[in-house]
């Protein structure tokens, strides 16, 4: 069965430096794979998305992230970090086994970016 | 602007009462989703639904129920048989037929039993 795992419930980071959100991926086939934020008491909001073909793969807001099959791994980053970052992030993985393209999330990394 | 419409943001039940969540979407998508969030847990797929007069359960449909009667509605009702039923409540929806698997989500809806 697919499953993503984000291994860090929290993680911290001053304005200005790099950011990493980590994520770790299970799939039986080819993987779909995406990155949300969610803002509080908010909806989440699609980042970005890992189909096919580049490995580094940019989205809204600045972030990217980077696949990488060896390592099954699918890490959210950002060069600079700003305050307004700071939200809960969901890494997800589309479940091939229905139709629906139905996805699995991770538990969430909340992101702080302090001043 | 095409979106996603959840309502009530914010709804308070008594125990042994049911209550409906109404999730209204004008992207004219095919599949419709309700997940649920608690503290820590992510989110956990409920019921969804890839075409009208259909619908699936999903990992924790005991205690919910759903219709999909019309492409723009799925509404979600809590039922007294759902045990710890505060929390938050995402609808989403994608198209169908379509191999991006990208969700759009409504800005949920909280529960809290009294």
């Known amino acids: 069965a697919q499953s993503v795992a984000q291994p860090e419930d929290q993680v911290n980071v001053a304005e200005g430096n790099p950011l990493t959100v980590k994520c770790t991926y299970s799939?039986?086939?080819?993987?779909?794979l995406f990155w949300y934020v969610q803002y509080p008491n908010r909806g989440l909001q699609f980042l970005l998305k890992?189909?096919?073909?580049?490995?580094l793969v940019k989205g809204s807001y600045g972030f990217e992230a980077e696949f990488n099959k060896s390592q099954t791994s699918f890490h959210l980053k950002k060069p600079s970090a700003l305050v307004s970052d700071s939200a809960l992030y969901f890494c997800a993985v589309r479940d091939d086994g229905y139709s629906s393209y139905k996805l699995i999330f991770g538990s969430g990394t909340r992101l702080l970016v302090r001043p | 602007d095409g979106g996603i419409t959840q309502s009530p943001k914010y709804l308070f039940r008594k125990e042994g009462q049911n209550v409906t969540l109404s999730c209204e979407q004008n992207l004219n998508h095919d599949a419709m989703y309700w997940y649920r969030q608690d503290p820590g847990q992510g989110l956990r797929l409920i019921y969804y639904s890839q075409i009208v007069n259909d619908f699936q359960k999903g990992d924790i449909a005991e205690g919910y129920s759903v219709s999909r009667e019309k492409k723009e509605s799925f509404p979600l009702t809590v039922t007294s048989a759902q045990k710890n039923p505060t929390a938050f409540y995402l609808c989403?929806?994608?198209?169908?037929?379509?191999?991006?698997?990208?969700?759009?989500f409504g800005e949920g809806s909280r529960l809290t039993v009294l």
């Open positions: 799939v039986s086939g080819n993987p779909y």
């Open positions: 989403a929806s994608s198209m169908q037929g379509a191999n991006t698997g990208e969700l759009f």
């Open positions: 890992y189909i096919t073909g580049d490995n």
